[in-house]
C-alpha cells in the first residue's frame, strides 16, 4: 500500500493529512470550510484515494491560508506515497461533464510542479469561501505533489458545477497517473532514470 502521513504546523494553520493512493475512496474531512470539505470528498472518492483530513486555521480572518496550507499538505502526503514514482503510469487526463458544464484536466506526475489554470467564475463566492481560492488550491497541490496540471473549463455557467467537475476531473486523472503499469512496475517512466528537475511555475489564462 502507497501511504503517507503529513502534518504542517504553522502559526496560521494546524493540518494532519493521512492517505492512502491504493484505497478505496473513503474519506475523513474536517477542514472548517464547508465546500473545500465536499471538494475534498471528492478528490477522494473520484480517484479511489482514501483520505483523513484534519485542520484547524485562522479562518476568523478568512479561508486563504487553510485552503492553501490543506492542499500543500495533501500533495505532499501525495509526493511521499508515490516515491520514487517506480512504475506508476505517469499520465492522466479527464473530460468531466457535470449538467451544463465541461471541464478537462490533463496532469504529468513527473515531479516537475507546473500549473496552467483556464478556469473563470462569474461569482465571487460559493458559499462562505471565495472562488479566487481554488486556484490557490490548484497551485498549492501541484507544488508539493509535484504534478504538471493543466485544468480548463471548456464551459458552463453554475460556478458550483464549474469547480466541483475540476474537481473530479483532477481525481480521475490522478487515479490514472498513479497506476502501476503492469509491463513495466520496475521502471521510472522517463528515459533520464529519474523524474524531476526543471522550473515550475504557474500561468494563468483566461
Not at 33 to 39: A, K, P, R, S
Not at 169 to 182: C, F, G, K, N, V
Request: hydrophobic share 40%; aromatic share 6%.
Amino acid at each position: 500500500m502507497r501511504q503517507a502521513s503529513v502534518q504542517r504546523v504553522t502559526k496560521e494553520t494546524k493540518i494532519t493529512v493521512d492517505l492512502n493512493l491504493d484505497g478505496s475512496g473513503l474519506y475523513d474531512v474536517s477542514t472548517g470550510v464547508g465546500f473545500l470539505d465536499h471538494m475534498l470528498e471528492q478528490l477522494s472518492r473520484h480517484s479511489l484515494m482514501d483520505l483523513t483530513v484534519r485542520a484547524q486555521g485562522d479562518t476568523h480572518i478568512d479561508f486563504h491560508h487553510t485552503t492553501e496550507d490543506v492542499a500543500l499538505a495533501i500533495g505532499d502526503g501525495v509526493s511521499k506515497a508515490l516515491g520514487n514514482r517506480k512504475g506508476i503510469q505517469r499520465y492522466g487526463s479527464a473530460l468531466i461533464p457535470m449538467d451544463e458544464t465541461l471541464t478537462q484536466v490533463a496532469l504529468d506526475l513527473s515531479n516537475r510542479p507546473y500549473l496552467i489554470w483556464k478556469v473563470t467564475f462569474s461569482r465571487d463566492k460559493l458559499g462562505t469561501m471565495d472562488t479566487e481560492l481554488f486556484k490557490e488550491w490548484f497551485q498549492a497541490f501541484s507544488q508539493t505533489a509535484g504534478a504538471t496540471l493543466h485544468v480548463a473549463n471548456l464551459y458552463g455557467e453554475n460556478n458550483h458545477h464549474i469547480i466541483e467537475s475540476c474537481f473530479k476531473a483532477l481525481a480521475r486523472s490522478l487515479r490514472q497517473a498513479w497506476e502501476i503499469d503492469p509491463r513495466k512496475a520496475d521502471a521510472i517512466p522517463s528515459t533520464k532514470g529519474v523524474l524531476g528537475g526543471g522550473l515550475g511555475g504557474v500561468i494563468e489564462e483566461t
